[in-house]
């Protein structure tokens, strides 16, 4: 049974930091891209950070640039996204996904809550 756990949402203050992460079980971490999405009330869902497997390639939304950082511990299973200088317009539900196309796998988590709010 494949899991995905997100963790390390909350409340922060606009410039603050916050760091999620995702464990995972069940899969062979190594073989997926990592991604975190998010959803904020009445948007749609919108891929914030991917990083690739072996080469650990990594994209970001042009909004999160600079900001954020994604990193992966194949070791652990675990993918992070570090959070900086946040705004409250990162105001939203953070989902990790793990995608694997060639074997057209695709695994969500439950999501984490990240306000930023003063």
């Known amino acids: 049974q494949v899991q995905l756990v997100e963790s390390g949402g909350g409340l922060v203050q606009p410039g603050g930091s916050l760091r999620l992460s995702c464990a995972t079980s069940g899969l062979t971490f190594s073989s997926f891209a990592m991604n975190w999405y998010r959803q904020a009330p009445g948007k749609e869902r919108e891929l914030v950070a991917s990083?690739?497997?072996?080469?650990?390639?990594?994209n970001y939304v042009d909004a999160v640039k600079g900001r954020f950082t994604i990193s992966r511990d194949n070791s652990k299973r675990t993918v992070y996204l570090q959070m900086n200088s946040l705004r409250p317009e990162d105001t939203a539900m953070y989902y990790c996904n793990a995608r694997r196309t060639w074997s057209r796998d695709d695994f969500w988590g439950q999501g984490t809550q990240v306000t930023v709010s003063s």
């Open positions: 990083i690739s497997t072996v080469e650990s390639i990594k």
